[in-house]
């Protein structure tokens, strides 16, 4: 049988105007409003209002999480690049022209593994350590009352197949009121991460942050800037 259905496939920066009406409108659109990934919103880009009156159905590409408002449908990516994809759900989409539903297909794979640690209120030792295996691991650490439940915790952690792993620490002795104003040189970088160390109050080894800090410009600097 023919196929009678109108479809508008437009690539990155189509501008609106130049987009047909069609009976599905594919597209790789910045809509604003729209959520960017699970964390941000869209606070600027192609107004909803410019795409509407387009199709019955606009589905788009570009934005990592699954949302929809009105008649446009951001798919989401169908599997995880980033940290910010971590624990937001990806899906495959299967398109019925007849009726312009989309039937969404849930994508089993993970890459990505974020555990918020907070032992005031948890008990870390039935962990679903399994969970792990195959993945990059971040441990956030909220509260770890227990020093040594915490390395333990780690060692079971490291004891799986993981791909990597990353533990953030809280660090808001060095943030706010706990920098001294007007002691901070902009000169050049390095100057600005030195004065900055030494402004910060911490019992901590500053000439040992220091050293880390000036090996990662150095590792920064060295990069190829694509």
């Known amino acids: 049988e023919a196929f009678d259905k109108k479809l508008s496939f437009c690539p990155w920066n189509t501008p609106t105007k130049v987009i047909e009406e069609s009976d599905v409108v594919f597209g790789h659109f910045e809509i604003e409003t729209f959520k960017m ?22 589905v788009s590409g570009h934005f990592h999480t699954k949302s929809e ?6 798919l989401g990516s169908q599997m995880e690049f980033f940290w910010n994809d971590a624990h ?8 019925d022209t ?11 794979h993970t890459l990505f593994h974020r555990i918020r640690y907070d032992d005031t209120n948890n008990d870390y030792g039935d962990y679903p350590f399994t969970d792990l ?3 990059f691991v971040k441990i956030v ?15 079971r952690v490291q004891s799986r197949k993981i791909l990597e792993l990353k533990i953030a620490e809280n660090f808001e002795e060095f943030v706010g009121k706990n920098v001294k104003d007007g002691e901070i ?16 109050d911490t019992d901590l080894d500053k000439d040992r942050i ?6 990662l410009m150095i590792e920064a600097q060295s990069l190829e800037i694509a």
Do not use: W
């Open 37 to 58: 990934n699970a964390f941000k919103l869209c606070e600027e880009g192609v107004s909803i209002k410019d795409l509407l009156k387009k199709s019955s159905l606009i």
């Open 69 to 74: 408002q009105d008649n446009i449908m951001y």
């Open 88 to 95: 937001d759900n990806k899906y495959f989409h299967v398109l």
């Open 98 to 108: 007849e009726t312009r539903s989309l039937t969404p297909v849930r994508n089993p």
């Open 133 to 135: 295996d195959g993945k």
């Open 141 to 155: 650490v909220i509260n770890k009352s227990d020093l040594y439940g915490f390395d333990r915790f780690v060692d």
């Open 185 to 200: 040189s902009v000169e050049d970088t390095s100057e600005l991460l030195y004065t900055y160390v030494d402004a910060v």
């Open 210 to 215: 220091k050293k880390e800090m000036s090996s």
